[in-house]
């Protein structure tokens, strides 16, 4: 498989605002899920280009034990140049035990300038062939928002076309709760959140 098809993240994303967190759990919880992580944590987002940037995901703000303890990631991601964000390129290092002033200043090396942070609380559901993600995203203007996201399993190395099988698939599962092709959302977190660069 190629470099390129390895780190492609295929992911639909959807409102839920209006969607009740018990329901989605029961529902997700009676799909059998191989496992479940509760996270808190800090995103903060690097950009260099339009359609390019670095998050770094800060170590959780709770204790999760194992091998996720104070786990961190520097991401590389790069928006496909179609006209929606399901189709990503996405790259992940694990920087646990790096100083955050390091990595600040390592994107910064790198040419991209830090834009704006958002903190979130996920509930997440691990699955053979996807995960499932309710969670809930305070912006810096202090407001909430609450999304799904359904993202077919990279590590599984499906193509394009087999991962967007997967998704129609749990879209089907998650019907009774109004996630539906017709409400996928175009735009990615950093596209909703992204500071105009002046």
């Not at 991962?163 to 129609?168: D, G, K, L, R």
Request: hydrophobic fraction near 35%.
């Amino acid at each position: 498989m190629s470099e390129e098809k390895k780190y492609l993240e295929v992911e639909a994303k959807y409102n839920a605002d209006d969607i009740d967190r018990i329901k989605f759990k029961d529902l997700a919880k009676s799909l059998g899920p191989k496992s479940f992580l509760y996270v808190e944590s800090t995103d903060v987002y690097y950009l260099r280009a339009e359609n390019e940037f670095l998050r770094y995901r800060m170590p959780s703000e709770n204790r999760l034990g194992g091998d996720e303890e104070n786990r961190s990631e520097l991401t590389f991601k790069k928006k496909s140049m179609d006209k929606n964000n399901w189709v990503r390129t996405e790259v992940n290092l694990r920087v646990d035990k790096n100083d955050p002033f390091l990595i600040h200043a390592f994107c910064e090396g790198l040419g991209y300038k830090k834009n704006f942070s958002i903190q979130k609380s996920c509930d997440i559901y691990f699955y053979d062939d996807a995960d499932l993600v309710y969670y809930t995203v305070k912006g810096e203007d202090g407001k909430y928002a609450t999304f799904v996201e359904i993202e077919a399993d990279e590590s599984l190395e499906m193509t394009q076309e087999q991962a967007w099988e997967v998704v129609q698939k749990y879209e089907k599962l998650l019907a009774p709760l109004g996630i539906t092709p017709q409400k996928r959302k175009k735009l990615s977190l950093f596209e909703m959140y992204v500071k105009e660069v002046k």
